[in-house]
């Protein structure tokens, strides 16, 4: 039996049903393959049901089919349409940061529950990528002083333009790792999604187009983890709060880890999986000032 033929190597697709009957036909769900084609010529996905056959514009026609290809071999959607939805905004997002995951939006609302009642709290999110946890917590509480870090400058400025793009731009970006860049600084709130993929994790093929800085953190994934529990006590107020994202099986060893450092009321939270996803912990000892 031939081989079936790539996309690269099938006719092309003279209207949009061939094109999406291709993208099914290599692997692209159907929901992917509309995303894809809205995206390239700039429609909606009622427009695109309505004029499915309807003749492809042919300037259209190299993005459809690169983009087709490139998601045939794996690389995230939102890398293609160069956005995410996250907690009610669009991030747009590149090769230079994780994908924001639905997950996330856990750590998000602990975090806004934690800071009710407060007045003007203080507010920093370590290793932000795009800027997702950062931007989420600000758009919902516009009087938080929120700082956002990362040690990647790529990362940095499209975290930046997503800012400026959402009028959040009162958030304060500084480069460094993790509270480093923050020496005499205290806040009530310290928040992260550091990377936490053992190396060697069976799963990190599956997340190759993604940057590998941002996922993995030594032999168990716990090293970003136990750096930002080691450090946090001398930069958080009395009774705030340090939230963490982990892996699903990490729930325990990051618990110890807060315990150790000197939090208390340490405890988990689950995703929709349900899985573990965050630990957090109050500090009780740091004086304000």
Not at 155 to 184: C, E
Request: aromatic share 6%; glycine share 8%.
């Amino acid at each position: 039996m031939a081989p079936e033929p790539t996309p690269a190597h099938r006719p092309a697709p003279a209207t949009l049903a061939d094109f999406l009957q291709q993208a099914r036909e290599a692997g692209l769900d159907r929901l992917d393959a509309q995303l894809i084609a809205c995206t390239a010529l700039g429609v909606s996905r009622s427009w695109l049901l309505a004029h499915d056959t309807d003749a492809l514009p042919p300037e259209h026609l190299p993005r459809l089919m690169d983009w087709l290809r490139r998601r045939a071999e794996g690389e995230p959607l939102a890398y293609l349409v160069g956005d995410k939805a996250f907690f009610g905004l669009t991030l747009s997002v590149s090769p230079h940061v994780l994908i924001p995951r639905p997950d996330t939006e856990t750590l998000v609302e602990w975090a806004l529950q934690a800071l009710a009642g407060l007045r003007a709290p203080r507010v920093v999110d370590l290793g932000t990528g795009s800027g997702a946890i950062a931007l989420a917590i600000a758009s919902q509480r516009p009087d938080a002083d929120v700082t956002a870090v990362d040690f990647s400058p790529p990362a940095l400025a499209v975290a930046q333009a997503n800012a400026q793009r959402l009028g959040l731009s009162h958030v304060r970006f500084l480069a460094g790792s993790w509270l480093s860049p923050l020496a005499g600084e205290r806040f009530d709130l310290i928040v992260s999604n550091p990377p936490y993929i053992a190396e060697g994790d069976a799963h990190l093929p599956a997340l190759r187009h993604e940057p590998r800085s941002a996922l993995t953190s030594g032999p168990d994934g716990l090293d970003d983890l136990r750096q930002i529990a080691q450090q946090a006590p001398g930069h958080i107020h009395e009774n705030g709060w340090l939230l963490l994202e982990h892996g699903f099986d990490q729930a325990e060893a990051v618990q110890h880890l807060l315990q150790d450092a000197g939090f208390t009321d340490v405890s988990t939270r689950f995703d929709l999986g349900p899985q573990a996803r965050c630990t957090g912990g109050r500090w009780p000892g740091a004086h304000r000032g």
